[in-house]
């Protein structure tokens, strides 16, 4: 099956990471954890603990089918790294699919692939996304394209069906009408 790059920073949130990990493990598939260094133990804001098995400059997208984003304070620690913002670019260059829960959709914006899009995150996030030019929406999974975003643990089922079904059947159409519904369903009305 396919292999599937996780990438994880101290402070990730621990259901965010274990939910999807185990779903794509279980489906067959081989879930990746790399980090900025290689074999560094990780710590979650619950307590959870991993080691990743790769650093950033020893993989690269082509070696992937998908990228996994886990949310907690860790995107916001990859953001700050050069290397890990390339890597989220290139999945994205490569029409990969994206999938960022939570937090995550930091690096959307880090990365500089938000624009234009239709995504989902903790509602903290959703300014800073409508300022990199994303259409924000409250919803429990957004699909568009290769991008996939989620809220919040409680909407992990719905993220991680989102994958595995991008993963089988290829990514899902663009959300690309800025007067679609899904697009317009938590911004401001125009101003005349």
Request: glycine share 6%; aromatic share 6%.
């Amino acid at each position: 099956m396919a292999r599937i790059a996780f990438i994880v920073a101290n402070d990730f949130e621990d259901s965010e990471f274990q939910v999807p990990y185990d779903k794509l493990k279980q489906a067959g598939h081989e879930p990746i954890i790399i980090g900025v260094e290689a074999g560094k133990t990780l710590k979650g804001k619950k307590g959870a603990e991993l080691r990743t098995e790769k650093a950033v400059k020893e993989v690269k997208a082509a070696d992937f089918a998908a990228l996994v984003i886990p949310g907690g304070y860790s995107p916001d620690h990859l953001r700050m790294d050069i290397g890990m913002v390339g890597f989220v670019r290139d999945f994205f260059k490569a029409d990969k699919p994206i999938a960022a829960v939570c937090h995550a959709p930091w690096m959307l914006v880090e990365a500089d692939i938000a624009d234009e899009r239709t995504v989902t995150s903790f509602p903290s996030l959703k300014t800073d996304l409508i300022n990199a030019g994303a259409r924000w929406v409250d919803r429990q999974v957004v699909e568009d394209g290769n991008l996939i975003t989620s809220r919040k643990p409680d909407d992990l089922e719905a993220f991680c069906a989102a994958v595995l079904r991008q993963l089988k059947d290829g990514i899902a159409p663009r959300l690309e009408s800025p007067l679609a519904p899904e697009a317009t369903a938590d911004r401001a009305p125009p101003v005349h």
